[in-house]
């Protein structure tokens, strides 16, 4: 049983001041009885309401002032902890600015990236286009290739008819029809006035070279005359002599028996030098090209046989392998 400091009644239990030391019931400590059994280690340390409003009583507690100091020496400690913290939170707010910059390059590189996307769009939409474009110029090209090759073929067949008798020199006041009667003679295939359509010399494809004699069987004359014109267009000094047939057999039995005769000269017809004499299938100038195109090709590549025959170029590469018509150039590509 104790006093209370404050009321003077008597009590058994009730907190004591940790400052002053004085005892209180619980009506006059100003807290509750279960309040105070909560605070538990803590009850050692509660004051009464004199000693929180008056701390200047307590200063001559040694007990308290060696708290203090205590309390004094742990705020020194955490204020020389916190000390970094300033410059870290520096260091924060400079990371800050920057991820803010980074967060502008990075929506600005997003959409730079928007911008070259559309343009590979528009670009890829140009190429597809494009292809279509090209696609259809290829189809175009083969196209044109399949017309020139009909139209050679056309112009080739206009020729059908004719015979090239090459390397006979021009005389002045010459009769081309007695110059064939000759050959004629020579090769052993006789040619009636009437079987010729047409003789003369027209323009050849080499200046300074004896002009060729060109005999048709049964050529049209438009055509002869769109021949000659096209010739003459491209060359003007030089020309080689043609002669049409009225039959293609007639025409074939000329060419037949001069290669069965074999090599004609000059002396054979009685022209003075060692000059050859050629009779073949009158070619068009694009056959002509290819023709020539082969024969060298053949001498590189060892393809033993070039020859013409109805006016179509034939090759083979050995005495057994297969016979090939060459066309255009993609055919030399067989050699």
Known sequence: M????????????????ALCKRQFDFPCSGISETYFRKLGARRGSWRCSDCVNNPSSSNNDPQLVAQLDEMKDTLNTIKRQLEPLASLVEDVKTIKADISHLKDSVELAHSSVGKVSNSLERLDDRVKTLEHE????????????????????KEQWARANNVEIKGIPMK???NLYELVSQVSQVIGCQVRREDINYIARVPN???KTVKNIIMAVGCVVTQYFTTLFTYLKYI????????????RFTKENYIAASRRHGSLSLKD????????????????LHNKALLREAKILAKEKNCKYIWTRHCKILARKTDTSPIFRIKVKQDLLKI
């Open 2 to 17: 104790f006093l209370c400091a404050r009321c003077d009644n008597s009590t058994s239990d009730g907190p004591t001041c």
């Open 205 to 207: 494809l080499h200046e």
């Open 172 to 174: 002045s006041s010459e």
């Open 134 to 153: 090209i696609n259809n110029l290829k189809k175009m090209q083969d196209e044109v290739s399949k017309m020139n090759e009909d139209m050679q073929e």
């Open 236 to 247: 003007k000094h030089s020309a080689y002599a043609h002669m049409a047939f009225n039959n």
């Open 269 to 284: 017809i009685g022209y003075h030098g060692d000059g050859k004499i050629y009779v073949n299938d009158h070619l068009t």
